[in-house]
């Protein structure tokens, strides 16, 4: 398998009708809900996107795992930050808008110049595999801290990747939630018609999604595709 060089372009899997690669690109979509019921693939898809990041060597990964700890085999990354508890949430956030802080600053001056198509900002990535659990370790300041980076940072390389089901997402009203229901690109592991988050077109004959099958969501349209399994401990040398 091929690494692609450039952070934030994570190839996500093959178009099921055109056969050709499928790739998410956090340069220009930000943020990225993945969605679908329990056992049917979230876990994986984050698997894909976390292996891609640390291959390509993105350095800052702050990752919340789901009640399994299917991604558990990730703490012992240098690279990423494995969270458990609100306190270890609270440190992560502390660093994070310090750094960001220091890119804002650097960002503000490029304006002053006229510099700032020569600034590129490595990907700070925030990865949440089961939102409710995650939600249950905030409270209404940390989930406002966590909006703020999304709303004004994202262009200076924050990136949230959050996996849940469908209620997970639309059932809340607090600030985060909302934030997160603005997120126009995912990865749909269900039928269209068994969400509401999304508003994308009737189909009628839709078949059912199986497992490692699913819809890359861009911006209203999808693209159905089928998604590699991760095998995460396979290391590519090249």
Known sequence: RRVIREKGVIPLGLDEEFVRPVHMNFTKNKHCIVMGQTQKGKTNVVKVILQTALEQGVKQIGLFDSVDRGLSSYAAEEQVVYMETKEQIIDWLDLTE???????????????????????FAPIMLVVDGFVRFQQNLDSVLQDRITKLMKNYSHLGFNLIVAGNNNEFSK???ALTTEVKQISQAVLLMKKTEQSLFTLPYDRKEADVNPGFGY????????RIQIPLCVSERKILT
């Open 98 to 120: 310090e750094r960001l802080q220091r890119r804002e600053n650097k960002y503000l001056e490029a304006v002053q110049e006229g510099t700032v198509h020569s600034l590129s």
């Open 172 to 174: 809340g009203f607090d």
């Open 216 to 223: 890359y969501i861009k911006s209203g349209k999808e693209t």
